[in-house]
């Protein structure tokens, strides 16, 4: 299965990167921005009030929006693990640490707190936007900076903020999905009740091994039932169990054990 | 309810090829323009143009500026996201072509109060693809 994630993540990189050169080539009309689903959500309160779209998000945006929502309530944040390119580069730096888990000097209580930046950074980026009609957010989001080759509103400073993101994201796992990406939080609140959740059984033998994987910082081998709005479905806690069926795939109810 | 780790995968694509299938079908206007009214007795034909530079609202709005100073043009409609012009007008009084000069042609910037050229052109009427202007 893990095979199958990294196939679905770097197939998803590749079509990313190859629309934005195509764009940027001018042998195609469709951009990187097409096919976000943040721009649907960017796109809806001008919709709601105004019957018309932000700047350049349109149809596509909204339904792919709204596709994810469906899709967050059936299996929790897989986009953020599955689908989203710059979760796919947070997780490749991720993987390149030798230590993985969170830094000892974010302490747990920090570490909560931190995230919730997120929700601010979200309201803020959809209020200046209905505000302004414009994607402000464009020139320091990572998808489009770095997949638009070059794109419009992408300015030398847009290369230092990223440099800075990536920065933070070295010294921090995903630290740019936990503390400070806004569609992460919007679909925080969906993926708490999605339906699709993993399981601890009476097969768990308490190593921990689960725990060290996460790249959520979710103590997997402490809860019976991951119910924490962060979890991804990577299944990367799966991967590394000694046990087979130690932590299983469910839907809510029925006991495992 | 124990379930096959597979499903994720594709719970993802259905709903992925869905989407993009499914908004190929459903359209929104960026804009809409009011021009002139018809003329009672005549029948108003719609172009659809496809317009390479038109990517958002505004510059659905700039095009249609040009489009609506051709005599004849009674009501335009921008399709942002598909780069699209739908263009109703008088067949008595002008024409596709027409209309294709004037979207193509110079673009009034109010901060600067400059002309600029070439800020648009239209690579399909009625979905025929057409040649670059000279």
């Known amino acids: 299965m893990n095979i199958t994630r990294r196939i679905f ?11 934005g050169v195509r764009y940027a080539m001018g042998d195609s009309r469709i951009t990187v921005e097409t096919y976000c689903p943040f721009g649907g959500l960017e796109g809806l309160l001008s919709l709601v009030t105004h019957h018309q779209f932000t700047c350049a998000t349109g149809e596509r945006n909204l339904i792919l929006f709204i596709a994810l929502l469906v899709l967050t309530l059936l299996s929790r944040r897989v986009f953020c693990s599955w689908i989203c390119p710059v979760g796919t580069l947070s997780e490749g730096i991720f993987r390149l ?20 930046i997120r929700l601010p950074v979200l309201l803020i980026i959809l209020f200046l936007t209905f505000l302004t009609g414009e994607l402000i957010f464009r020139g320091v989001d990572p998808y489009y900076v770095l997949f638009s080759i070059h794109g419009h509103d992408v300015q030398w400073w847009s290369y230092i903020v990223i440099g800075f993101i990536v920065a933070g ?11 400070l990406c806004p569609l992460g939080v919007a679909l925080w609140p969906f993926s708490r009740i999605g339906l699709i959740r993993l399981k601890r059984t009476g097969a768990c033998i308490q190593c921990g091994k689960c725990d060290d994987a996460c790249p959520w910082g979710i103590d997997v081998s402490r809860a019976e039932t991951i119910t924490s709005g962060e979890c991804t479905l990577c299944l990367e806690c799966t991967r590394v169990c000694p046990v087979k069926d130690a932590l299983e795939l469910r839907t809510p109810g029925g006991a495992p054990r | ?16 090829v869905a989407a993009v299938q499914g908004s190929k079908f459903i359209r929104i206007p960026s804009a809409e323009m009011e021009v002139s009214e018809e003329i009672p007795g005549t029948e108003p034909v719609r172009g659809v143009f496809i317009v390479e530079g038109v990517t958002c609202r505004d510059t659905a709005v700039s095009a249609m500026e040009n489009a609506a100073a051709v005599d ?18 008088d067949p008595a009084r002008t024409g596709p072509q027409a209309i294709r000069s004037a979207i193509e042609g110079p673009v009034y910037q109010e901060n600067t109060g400059e002309f600029v050229f070439n800020l648009y052109r239209v690579v399909e009427i009625n979905g025929v693809p057409v040649p670059v202007s000279e």
């Open chain 1, 169 to 179: 994201i070295v010294a921090v796992p995903m630290a740019w999905c936990r503390y």
């Open chain 2, 1 to 16: 309810m124990k379930l096959p780790r597979w499903i994720i995968p594709v719970v993802i694509v259905i709903l992925t």
């Open chain 1, 9 to 19: 993540q770097i197939s998803i990189v590749i079509a990313a990167l190859t629309v």
């Open chain 2, 72 to 89: 004849g043009v009674l009501r335009l409609t921008a399709y942002a996201s598909h780069n699209r012009i739908d263009v109703a007008y």
């Open chain 1, 97 to 116: 640490r030798k230590r993985r888990r969170t830094p000892a000097a974010i302490s747990r209580k920090w570490d909560r707190r931190l995230r919730l």
